[in-house]
C-alpha cells in the first residue's frame, strides 16, 4: 500500500481504539469513587448504645400507666402524652398514646432523653445510667447530678467542660456516685411511699447494668459497603460495542482497498 495511503489508515485506527490507561482509570474511578475511600464512623457509638440503653429502659419503664398518683400522667412504655403531643402528634389523645409503634417510642426518647443528656457523647454505662436518670427524673436533673459527681458548675448542659471532666474519672466511679445520689433524690419525694420499692428496683438494675456495660461494651459493627459491578461496555442500538463496530469497519476498508490495488495492478497489467 502507498505510504500516502497508509497514514491516513493509521491515523484512523489510532482515533478508532480508546487508550487503554484512560478506560482503566476511568474504570477504577467507577469502582472505587471517592465517597467509598473512606468510612465516616462518627455516630456509630451512638446507634449502638442508644438500641442498647433503650431496651433496658423499656423493661423498667413497661406499658400503659394512667396512674392519679404519678405526676407524670397518662404513659405508654414511658412516653407521657406531653412528649408523643410534642414529637410525633400534637393532637394526640390518650387512645392515639395507647397505639404509639417502636419507631415513635424512639423517636421520643431519642430527642426528648438521649440527646438532651448528650448520650452519644458519653463513656459507655454512664450513659445508660444518665439516660434512665434523665427518663426517670428529668433530663435537667440527670444532668445536673451528673456534673455534681464530676465536680464542675452544674448548669444542666452537658457540654466541653463536663464531658472532659466525665472522661478524667473511671467511668465506675460515676456510676456509682450518681445511682447513690439518684437513690437518695428519690427518697426525699413525698411519693416515695408509692413507688418506692420500684425506684429502688429500678436503681439496683441500673447500677448493675451500667458497670456492666461499662467493663464490656458493646462492638462497633460497621457494614461493609455493596460492592459496584463494572459498567456494561457502550453499545449501539445493534448491542455491538463501538469499538468492535470501529475494528468492523477497518476490516472492511482493508478489505476494499485491497480489492482496489489487485485491480489497478491487473488493469495496467494488461497494458504492457
Known amino acids: 500500500m502507498p505510504t500516502s495511503m497508509a497514514a491516513p489508515i493509521n491515523a484512523m485506527i489510532r482515533q478508532s481504539i480508546p487508550s487503554p490507561g484512560r478506560d482503566v482509570s476511568k474504570l477504577n474511578h467507577r469502582l472505587h469513587p471517592p465517597s467509598l475511600a473512606k468510612t465516616n464512623l462518627k455516630g456509630t457509638n451512638m446507634d449502638r448504645n442508644f438500641a442498647r440503653a433503650l431496651a433496658l429502659v423499656l423493661k423498667s419503664e413497661g406499658g400503659w400507666s394512667d396512674n392519679p398518683a404519678d405526676p407524670g400522667g397518662a404513659t405508654m412504655k414511658g412516653v407521657t402524652l406531653a412528649n408523643f403531643r410534642r414529637y410525633v402528634q400534637a393532637n394526640a389523645t390518650k387512645d392515639d398514646l395507647r397505639k ?161 490495488r489487485h485491480h489497478v495492478t491487473g488493469f495496467f497489467g494488461g497494458l504492457f
Open 100 to 260: 404509639i409503634s417502636d419507631a415513635q417510642t424512639a423517636t421520643v426518647y431519642r430527642r426528648f432523653y438521649w440527646d438532651a443528656v448528650a448520650g452519644a457523647e458519653l463513656p459507655d454505662g454512664v450513659d445508660y445510667a444518665v439516660f434512665d436518670f434523665a427518663v426517670n427524673s428529668g433530663p435537667g436533673r440527670a444532668a445536673k447530678y451528673l456534673q455534681a459527681a464530676c465536680s464542675v458548675t452544674q448548669d444542666g448542659k452537658i457540654g466541653p467542660a463536663t464531658l472532659a471532666a466525665v472522661r478524667a474519672k473511671p467511668a465506675g466511679v460515676i456510676i456509682d456516685t450518681l445511682c447513690d445520689e439518684r437513690l437518695s433524690f428519690l427518697k426525699r419525694l413525698p411519693t416515695w411511699g408509692t413507688f418506692g420499692r420500684g425506684w429502688s428496683d429500678r436503681v439496683k438494675s441500673v447500677r448493675s447494668q451500667a458497670l456492666l456495660m461499662s467493663t464490656a461494651p458493646a462492638p462497633i459493627v460497621v457494614q461493609p459497603s455493596a460492592p459496584i459491578s463494572a459498567p456494561p461496555p457502550n453499545t449501539g442500538k445493534s448491542g455491538v460495542s463501538k469499538p468492535a463496530a470501529a475494528a468492523g469497519f477497518l476490516v472492511l476498508i482493508f478489505g476494499a482497498l485491497a480489492a482496489f
